[in-house]
């Protein structure tokens, strides 16, 4: 049962223009949603985050979004750079949970020059 | 700084042996973590461990084994290896507080079983 999902695999966006990578989950318990980023052959780094009490947490060109009634959550990114092209992962927790993180399944954004 | 380091990078297994992946952080981190990554899926999380002398369970333990000696170490042994044990492992460590922003992970290890 995934507690975490991305419903899209891949993504491609012109450079400049915005990319938005979704994220839904199950489960109302969770405290925080984190969005990672990983290249190939390498672990994933943390990008942004945000809690549960609020709807939109921005840090430069990303800006995540959350809907709690819908249980989504929502990243963008703008504008797209090459450089931008990973894989995003969606992630949550519970804060009484030992810090173990749920992972979605990513989403691989390809930016084009 | 060096993080989180796994090792090894790379290795090959044959079906039944055994092996430990190594794990260290130098973050004097509490919380330490091993997760799996399978194509095209997410990470799921294998075993984790809050402190010293104290390791759990998490999604997908079975088949392997951890142990935490040390707040820096935290290895994963697989016993009798199986091909469904093909697979990225990476290792993962934070202080515990905040909004989970302060988890690190190392690079990964990539396992074949053949």
């Known amino acids: 049962d995934q507690q975490v999902k991305q419903n899209s695999p891949s993504l491609s966006v012109q450079e400049g223009r915005i990319s938005i990578l979704n994220c839904d989950y199950t489960n109302s318990m969770f405290d925080y949603f984190l969005w990672y980023k990983k290249y190939p052959a390498e672990g994933p780094t943390f990008l942004i985050s945000?809690?549960?009490?609020?709807d939109k947490n921005e840090d430069g060109r990303f800006t995540v979004f959350l809907n709690k009634s819908a249980k989504h959550l929502s990243l963008h990114i703008v504008p797209s750079q090459p450089g931008d092209s990973a894989v995003y992962f969606c992630?949550?927790?519970?804060?009484?949970?030992?810090?173990?993180?749920?992972f979605g399944s990513g989403t691989r954004l390809l930016v084009r020059p | 700084n060096a993080g989180v380091t796994q090792t090894p990078k790379f290795r090959i297994l044959k079906i039944g042996q055994s092996m430990t992946l190594q794990c260290t952080q130098d973050m004097n981190h509490n919380y330490m973590y091993w997760y799996r990554q399978d194509p095209g899926m997410g990470l799921k999380l294998i075993y984790y461990?809050?402190?010293?002398?104290?390791?759990d369970k998490g999604e997908v333990p079975n088949g392997y084994n951890v142990s935490r000696s040390t707040t820096e170490d935290f290895p994963l042994r697989l016993e009798l290896a199986a091909p469904s044990q093909t697979s990225v492992y990476f290792c993962?460590?934070?202080?515990?507080?905040?909004?989970?922003?302060?988890?690190?992970f190392g690079e990964g290890s990539w396992l074949t079983v053949v």
């Open positions: 461990s809050v402190g010293a002398g104290i390791t």
């Open positions: 992630a949550a927790l519970r804060g009484d949970s030992s810090y173990k993180l749920i």
């Open positions: 945000i809690s549960s009490i609020k």
């Open positions: 993962a460590s934070t202080r515990g507080e905040g909004a989970g922003n302060t988890i690190y």
